[in-house]
């Protein structure tokens, strides 16, 4: 139905594509952007083409960034030693926030799912290898994510990695801060359990 | 914080702006269009600024259309004897899916709210008026939303509409079809009571 005319039924169906965005939200969305002040519409469509123009790759940790080498692999006051492993630069970022982590990051852009075709293959795999291989890692942390592709990744990589007399961690499994422990799954109790510490 | 790089986070934040986009959608959102093939990040840009730019307002009923004169305004089979009058071109959209409304619309780009600094002047009520004026309408049935402001604003076309010797109407307050009478509120019960119609 295109009673709203071309230009507005043409940015709801161009809204709708976007993941999480259902038919009710970008008709909302959509109205809200032709309420916006031109310019203002303006900045937001050329956000998205400059986004997608500048986005690059970081030479060493391929996280996306806008120069050749992120600001983190540039920094001096980064702990080189240490490399954490992670799926995508989202997870880098949700690291850097709790201001704990010092090291620096490898990005994989994915995990291993044979059930995707993702291969290790696909992921930056041999890129971490190379800075494995030229650098003096003494220890690399796998942070993929905890559910099955994750975890497929991380075993995977500390096999190629361990031979390579380079200690391979793996971040923590266990109870959420904040949780009420009636609510977490058995698996997580169990994980949480076993990696108890003492007092 | 810029671990992204000016083009994403100027991304992220543009986006963030948008309803019902908080800080983790937006992210979300500017990742899965940094990984859309360019073409497709060009057609989302362009499609906001087109739909900003073509936007108008049908002379006739107000709704946003791209014609001088909207579809339904200009449709020979539609009856011009009942105008409804809605607070906007969305609610519009909604009477329209029904299938089952044949007569025109008017849009009133909002509704009276004093307390939000809203009164008759600032909506297309004259503009109403103007209509009623030169056609031949009996009806006019009022779909404003079912809240308090929507209610003033019925009370106040009725108030204005009526003395000019045309029926004014007001969609039927009940409970929705497909709900449960448990969860309906007290007030839409009672409404629901003394709007019962025989069977």
């Known amino acids: 139905m295109n009673i709203y005319g071309s230009g507005v039924t043409n940015l709801i169906e161009q809204l709708s594509k976007l993941p999480g965005i259902g038919s009710k939200s970008a008709s909302r969305l959509a109205f809200y952007i032709i309420n916006m002040p031109e310019e203002n519409a303006e900045l937001l469509a050329k ?4 986004a997608r123009k500048m986005v ?7 996280c996306i960034t806008d120069s050749e080498v992120c600001p983190i692999c540039s920094s001096k006051s980064r702990d080189n030693s240490i ?3 992670v799926e995508d630069s989202r997870d880098m970022a949700a690291y850097e926030k709790t201001r704990q982590y010092k090291g620096l990051y490898h990005v994989l852009h994915g995990a291993i799912s044979p059930m995707n075709g993702i291969t290790p293959n696909e992921l ?3 890129e971490l290898l190379e800075r494995l291989k030229s650098d003096d890692v003494k220890e690399v942390i796998v942070a993929t994510n905890p559910n099955v592709e994750g975890e497929a990744t991380a075993l995977y990589l500390s096999r190629i990695i361990k031979p390579l007399g380079i200690n391979v961690t793996r971040i923590a499994h266990g109870v959420p801060v904040g949780g009420d422990l009636e609510y977490v799954d058995e698996v ?3 994980k949480a359990l076993e990696g108890r510490t003492s007092m």
Chains 1, 2 share one sequence.
Not at 47 to 50: A, E, G, L, Q
Request: net charge positive.
């Open 124 to 126: 930056k795999i041999k």
């Open 83 to 85: 490399i954490m492993v």
């Open 56 to 62: 690059k790759y970081c030479s060493v940790c391929q």
């Open 188 to 190: 997580t109790l169990s």
């Open 47 to 50: 956000s998205i083409i400059n």
